[in-house]
């Protein structure tokens, strides 16, 4: 894992707005996870978590470090239930372990 300076922002969000992170840093495994917790970028400067982005507005350069969740995805378990027969809802089942949106397709 590799923590960048000064990375720019604007693919990672749907609007494609200009703005830059102090840091940025992807994350593709639990080790890098580990180790990035372990990092003095990390420590010291506000964080943010980024997903896919369509939910994010950025409207100013983020004065800290930015952590693209790559590896943690969506690890929920769904199910359709017997109200949303005939649609594509499916809801989380109870007790499953939800780190993310999980696939509501």
Same mark, same amino acid.
């Given at each position: ?14 609007? @494609? ?8 840093? /992807? ?7 580990? /180790? ?40 929920c378990r ?7 027969? @005939? ?7 109870? @007790?499953?372990?939800?780190? @993310?949106?999980g696939d509501?397709?």
């Open positions: 894992m590799k923590i960048k300076k000064n990375y720019n922002l604007s693919k990672l969000n749907t609007f @494609g707005i200009q703005a830059n992170a102090k840091f940025f840093a /992807e994350v593709n495994t639990e080790a890098e996870l580990e /180790e990035l917790f372990r990092s003095p970028e990390f420590k010291s400067n506000e964080k943010v978590f980024l997903g896919g982005g369509s939910n994010l507005l950025l409207t100013r350069d983020w004065p800290g470090i930015a952590v693209l969740n790559k590896r943690l995805a969506w690890d769904f199910k359709q239930t017997k109200r949303d027969r @005939g649609s594509k809802r499916k809801r989380r089942e109870r @007790g499953a372990p939800c780190h @993310g949106r509501m397709a």
